[in-house]
């Protein structure tokens, strides 16, 4: 007999005969991440309404459920991420605002081109690189987040987590804030782009991280999780420097 993952309920065979969760749920490493790509592209999953609750009402308890095997009720993390950037870019796109990628995006091409002065570097690999990612923001979040996710594993390696499990973990934090900037969207079209509006949304996409680790990490202390989150983000936007540099150094030698 075997001892369903989800809901508890003993049964033969491959798939539990009460709630249909599978009777071997896979490790989540290297191999699971490519088969969730694939099924990203090549399946339509379900349960996203149950996803975006869970995700909203308890991220982090949600998601350590999620890898520890009650998978069943939860749309897959890849495809969420891409989902939900997609239809960010799109509700964006139809109300003739920026996504909030491209609005830092633009900031940095003006200010490390000198507002546009310096076309070689205006034309670098990297920043056009930057520039078809923004056109393309579902590619941009499957670009980024693995980033932030080596940080987190970095910050949080003693809690046994592995790489993998992180970037399970962060594609649905990227596809809560995703869901966080889109709702903002309606209201910049209303009242502009203002500080208030974009600091506000930004602040909540900051706190929905916080929330989330806070309860997915356990046995330690709230303060710990908060500092080993502020680290992550430190961590983060350090690796992106060092490897915006590697980029403009590249840049430099093929031209």
């Not at 987190?152 to 649905?172: D, K, T, V």
């Not at 509006?197 to 709230?222: E, H, N, R």
């Amino acid at each position: 007999m075997i001892t369903c993952k989800n809901c508890s309920n003993k049964f033969e065979g491959n798939f539990c005969n009460q709630c249909g969760q599978k009777a071997r749920t896979d490790k989540i490493n290297f191999k699971y991440v490519l088969n969730e790509i694939g099924a990203s592209v090549l399946q339509v999953d379900r349960g996203i309404i149950f996803t975006i609750k869970e995700l909203f009402t308890r991220p982090g308890h949600s998601i350590r459920a999620y890898l520890e095997g009650k998978r069943v009720n939860h749309y897959r993390a890849i495809s969420f991420l891409l989902v939900t950037s997609t239809i960010y870019a799109l509700v964006a796109y139809w109300l003739g605002e920026k996504t909030i990628l491209s609005d830092t995006v633009d900031g940095m091409v003006s200010g490390l081109t000198d507002d546009g002065k310096d076309q070689m570097l205006e034309s670098s690999y990297f920043i056009l690189l930057l520039k078809w990612l923004v056109a393309h923001p579902s590619y941009f979040a499957l670009v980024l987040f693995p980033f932030f996710s080596f940080a987190s594993y970095i910050a949080f390696i003693n809690f046994g987590y592995n790489y993998f499990e992180h970037l399970i973990l962060n594609a649905y934090l990227t596809g809560l804030q995703a869901i966080i900037y889109t709702f903002f969207i309606p209201i910049t079209s209303i009242f502009g782009d203002t500080y208030l509006v974009a600091g506000t949304q930004l602040f909540l996409g900051t706190m929905a991280t916080f929330w989330m680790y806070s309860q997915f990490f356990k046995d330690t202390s709230l303060w710990v999780k908060i500092l080993l989150t502020i680290l992550s983000y430190i961590l983060y936007f350090l690796l992106i420097s060092i490897l915006m540099f590697v980029f403009f150094g590249i840049n430099e030698i093929l031209h």
